[in-house]
């Protein structure tokens, strides 16, 4: 997939945000800088494309969805860019919700392809007028109408945008019927079983999907990761070197790392060449030597596929493993004007080469809160 | 000229450059991490020591020295991005400890092992790597206190007085080395504290933790300067039973501290005039006492340095 790059203003904490995503790349700030917000403006996006704005509102809990303290006329603006198509969205918002039509254009090598103006009920077209659709957006119009071929980078940047923000433990847990008829995972992880038997029933055509998320997990969790087999239905989980069925765990049994773990590693299996995913505090219940591992696996195949993973975190472990990637480490900086920034601009790359990355935020040398508001 | 002290005891941290500057007041001394750092970052300072107990139990391995070599390179290359200059020299120093007092060469080589471990992880960036090894041997220095920075106070007795004003007179062997510390006082080496009130009344459980200094060193105690400075300073209504404080009389002592006493014999106190001399080739001045140094943190053969002086 070509770069793609995300530019917001007023969206929720987002003063200004401009950022170009590759690779595995990181994302740090004090809490409520911005990071969770970066992936519902992820979310939103892909969400906005596909579904169309109504889910796309509740796909990141509308409310509150502009910058605070702004003024009352000031939209909520997004643009994405791939290769050289330019998609824009302003969004004209209360506090509470939107006050109307959301304004839209989209360009291809600099000439406007579509274009709907802010509270406007009907879209231009080149030169046709036509009514908006009610529930789709005028570039998904356009997409679902011709299929343009200048337009697939975006169409194909958008659909493979995959947000897991918060894995639903107690459903993975507590699976109901596992099926064989699901190929991706739920951005809440609930269908994790489902998807692992799928890709273990048809290996050929999941291309080794579940082999490689076993392998991996073996990596992360050595002592009790063996193999997950799913009996009658119900998955269970076996330790390392196990021949007998009484050894295999439920997944209530199970430990909640290795649990997450799995979802991980299947999110990142189940994404297409090319694809953006993101995690939200990617450490949460890993052990330290868990995280080192998962975050190999997600570089391998974010170097073999394409793939472009996100990780915000808090983690100092996490943040050592970008030790040699400082470019792909980014800060929500306090008084910054335009965000993330990368940690290769804020420090001297070589100054920093001394030091294990999460030391320095532990010190509070970036993405720090700003501790002059005790003083008043 | 700025110069960067990185030390591993608090009072060295407070006092060092003020210490220093009495003797080269043309210069700017400061120590790391820096006082906006302490002060912004509330981090933990001053850095760790890796010569609280025998070195070669780290050889081979990483340990606190590492930080200390990271660090000073760190202060010596600068970040231009973040307004913070490079220093023009770095100084790290550490006490002896009577637990390597037999090996400083075991001590001054734990930190030639660190410098190497630092430069090794650069091996895939040479570019980076050459810019660090440049700044290590051109800027950076490892010395040490023997066997520990109160060692310093006891040639003067002013000193003492500025550190706890003792209530007893100190009684050191004829004609001592202060770096070869050892009293020569036998009530001292016998006290077994009960007359310290506060401490022996104290609960069992927490008077281990409170036991004074002098029986906290052991059968080490003649040899021990700040267990000694502290039996001087026997006070038995303080839970320690002194009032000798390293952050407070210690600091005040060690900022105005003599250094001609410490000088006064050139052969005696070298691995201090190491430190004195190697800053006064760094500054291009004369050092302002001059005689014998230590051998081990200064390192004639210049080929043979990783660091400044080792």
């Given amino acids: 997939m070509a770069n793609i790059t995300i530019r917001a203003t007023n969206f929720r904490v987002i003063k200004q945000l401009d950022w170009q995503p590759h690779g595995v790349c990181l994302l740090a700030g004090a809490n409520g800088a911005g990071k969770s917000t970066c992936l519902d403006l992820l979310l939103f996006l892909r969400t906005l494309f596909e579904w169309g704005h109504e889910s796309a509102f509740l796909s990141v809990e509308g409310s509150y969805f502009r910058r605070l303290g702004i003024m009352e006329d000031e939209t909520v603006n997004f643009e994405v860019e791939v290769e050289n198509i330019v998609w824009r969205l302003r969004f004209p918002m209360s506090d509470t919700g939107s006050k109307g039509a959301y304004a839209e254009e989209l360009m291809h090598d600099g000439k406007l392809i579509l274009r709907v103006g802010l509270f406007e009920e009907t879209w231009q077209l080149d030169s046709k007028r036509l009514p908006l659709d009610e529930k789709r957006c005028c570039a998904k119009v356009l997409w679902d109408k011709e299929e343009p071929n200048w337009m697939k980078p975006l169409k194909t940047a958008l659909s493979n945008i995959l947000v897991y923000k918060t894995f639903y433990l107690n459903q993975v847990q507590r699976p109901g019927s596992v099926s064989n008829l699901v190929g991706y995972l739920h951005r809440n992880g609930n269908n994790l079983w489902s998807v692992l038997a799928t890709w273990k029933n048809a290996p050929i055509r999941y291309g080794g999907q579940f082999e490689w998320v076993m392998s991996e997990a073996r990596k992360a969790f050595p002592d009790i990761m063996g193999t997950v087999e799913i009996d009658r239905g119900q998955p269970y989980l076996f330790p390392p070197n196990s021949t007998d069925f009484a050894d295999g765990l439920p997944p209530s049994r199970a430990a909640d790392g290795l649990l997450t773990g799995l979802l991980q590693l299947t999110a990142v299996a189940g994404a297409r060449s090319g694809a953006i995913i993101a995690f939200d505090e990617m450490e949460n219940q890993l052990h330290p030597h868990a995280i080192r591992s998962l975050l190999n696996s997600m570089r391998m195949q974010a170097k073999e596929r394409n793939l472009t993973i996100i990780v915000t975190t808090h983690s100092p472990v996490v943040m050592n493993t970008f030790r040699d990637n400082p470019e792909q480490f980014f800060v929500l900086q306090q008084n910054t004007d335009t965000l993330p920034v990368p940690l290769s601009d804020l420090h001297d790359e070589d100054w920093l080469a001394a030091f294990s990355l999460g030391d320095l935020y532990d010190r509070l040398d970036f993405a720090a809160p700003d501790l002059k508001r005790l003083e008043n | ?310």
């Fill in chain 2, 1 to 310: 000229m700025r110069i960067a002290i990185l030390p591993t005891g608090r009072m060295e941290w407070e006092a060092l450059p003020q210490a220093l500057q009495s003797l080269f007041p043309q210069h700017e001394f400061y120590s790391l991490p820096t006082e906006m750092e302490v002060k912004s970052y509330g981090e933990d300072f001053p850095a760790h020591s890796f010569t609280s107990c025998d070195v070669t139990k780290h050889s081979g391995k990483q340990n606190e020295a590492d930080k200390l070599i990271a660090r000073a390179a760190a202060e010596a290359i600068g970040d231009s991005k973040r307004d913070r200059k490079a220093a023009d020299m770095v100084i790290i120093l550490d006490d002896l400890e009577i637990a390597n007092l037999h090996q400083p060469v075991a001590v001054v080589g734990a930190v030639r092992e660190a410098a190497k471990r630092f430069l090794d992880q650069l091996l895939n960036a040479n570019k980076r790597r050459d810019r660090y090894a440049d700044a290590l041997k051109d800027k950076v220095s490892f010395h040490i206190a023997k066997p520990m920075i109160e060692s310093w106070l006891f040639p003067d007795w002013e000193n003492l007085k500025n550190a706890c004003n003792p209530t007893r007179a100190a009684k050191l062997a004829q004609g001592i080395d202060p770096e070869c510390f050892l009293t020569n006082d036998p009530i001292y080496e016998t006290d077994t504290g009960a007359d310290c009130q506060i401490w022996i009344s104290s609960p069992e459980g927490k008077r281990k933790n409170y036991r004074p200094q002098w029986i906290k060193a052991g059968c080490c105690r003649n040899i021990h300067p700040k267990a000694y400075l502290s039996w001087l300073c026997f006070d038995p209504q303080e839970k320690k039973c002194s009032h000798y404080s390293e952050t407070k009389g210690g600091v005040v002592a060690l900022k105005s501290l003599k250094w001609a006493g410490l000088f006064q014999n050139e052969n005696h106190a070298c691995f201090a005039r190491s430190m004195i001399q190697d800053i006064a080739n760094a500054i291009n001045e004369d050092n302002p006492f001059p005689g014998m140094t230590a051998l081990e943190t200064n390192l004639l053969d210049v080929r043979q340095r990783i660091l400044r002086n080792l």
